[in-house]
């Protein structure tokens, strides 16, 4: 199978997880894209979604699915996104595709955080895939002086010859030659940096389960 044929079986598989009659938290991807597709077809059955990025609300608007702004609506029972990284005890490196705040965002105000993610996503410890900083353009320099202080190699992202800018109207930068043993302790002090808006590492707000797609099927692993 091809990657994209095991991102679009555990597209599928999500739907076993989303609740009837409910709001659902849609990420950001070409996982979720898969999903949001499959969620089409049952899109008379849930109340609507609450996004996490413009691409994907244009996806699912397109669908006819009803996005709701976060504020609109109250704790939410299931997030639905993808990841770059994921460890053994379910924390994650996401914002590859520059949307980590707004995944944040949803993840914090769901109950359950389901990923899914092909087989080449599963990793022992988190940081061979560079870690998506969104940053303040002012606080970019000294923010990657303050990660080759620990080691890491920050690059700010770019799309064609200009910085990238986010749905927030920030930047990116993406640091690699990390080596993550302690995600919550590096989320949490990295979190603190000034001029840092979100750091892509998911220790708070990991998977609590993850649909992993391989050429056997989807694996289910809880957390
Ligand atoms: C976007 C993300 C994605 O979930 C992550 O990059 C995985 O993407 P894909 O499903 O395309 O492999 O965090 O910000």
């Not at 979604?49 to 996005?67: D, K, Y």
């Amino acid at each position: 199978m091809t990657q994209d044929e095991l991102k679009a079986q555990v597209g599928q598989a999500a739907l076993h997880y989303v609740p009837a009659g409910e709001v659902v938290g849609v990420g950001t991807g070409s996982t979720v894209n898969h999903f949001i597709t499959a969620l089409g077809a049952m899109k008379d059955r849930i109340a609507g979604a609450v996004s996490s990025s413009v691409a994907s609300t244009v996806r699912l608007q397109a669908l006819g699915i009803r996005v709701f702004d976060a504020n609109e609506v109250g704790e939410i029972s299931v997030y639905i996104d993808g990841a770059d990284e994921i460890d053994p005890r379910g924390f994650m490196i996401k914002g590859g595709g520059a949307a980590l705040t707004r995944e944040k965002i949803v993840a914090a105000q769901c109950r359950r955080f389901v990923c899914i993610a092909d087989e080449s996503k599963r990793v022992e410890v988190l940081g061979r895939y560079p870690v998506p900083v969104e940053v303040i353009a002012m606080a970019t320099q000294r923010l990657v002086r303050q990660f080759a202080a620990m080691g890491g190699s920050a690059r700010l992202r770019l799309q064609g010859v200009q910085p990238l800018v986010t749905d927030n109207g920030q930047c990116i930068l993406d640091v690699s030659g990390l080596s993550i043993s302690d995600p919550a302790g590096f989320e949490t002090e990295v979190n603190q940096w000034p001029g840092v808006v979100t750091v892509g590492v998911f220790a708070h707000q990991k998977a609590s389960v993850c649909l992993l797609g391989t050429a056997d099927g989807v694996r289910t692993i809880v957390y």
